[in-house]
């Protein structure tokens, strides 16, 4: 299984960036997702996730409203759209798939390399 994130940057507050995650080694749709993130001298912390059929997502209170969580699993691909980006949001992020396609999964087997995201006016 290897999974390759894409689409960071250097952007102002307020402005917007939408991550990729593109899959390939196993049926996308039977395995759930989620995306990570881990700034300097934190740990890493999650952020969203989507089960493999795109029906459940989670999302924690520091970014619920403005991040949005999707899939095409015709593509292959797990998608972060992130709005209002503030400072706080700098940080690599990652996305993680399971070895299991249990939902929701007891851990997160594969990584991916990241992707930087800094948040900077």
């Known amino acids: 299984v290897q999974l390759v994130e894409s689409g960071g940057g250097l952007v102002q507050p307020g402005a917007s960036l939408r991550l990729s995650c593109a899959a390939s080694g196993r049926p996308p749709s039977r395995y759930g997702v989620g995306w990570f993130r881990q700034a300097p001298g934190r740990e890493r912390s999650f952020v969203a996730a989507?089960?493999?059929?795109?029906?459940?997502?989670h999302y924690p209170d520091a970014v619920k409203g403005r991040f949005t969580i999707s899939r095409d699993n015709a593509k292959n691909t797990v998608y972060l759209q992130m709005n209002s980006l503030k400072p706080e949001d700098t940080a690599v992020y990652y996305c993680?798939?399971?070895?299991?396609?249990?939902?929701?999964?007891?851990?997160?087997?594969?990584w991916g390399q990241g992707t930087q995201v800094t948040v900077s006016s």
């Open positions: 993680a798939t399971p070895a299991l396609a249990s939902w929701p999964p007891p851990g997160y087997d594969y």
């Open positions: 989507i089960s493999g059929s795109g029906k459940t997502i």
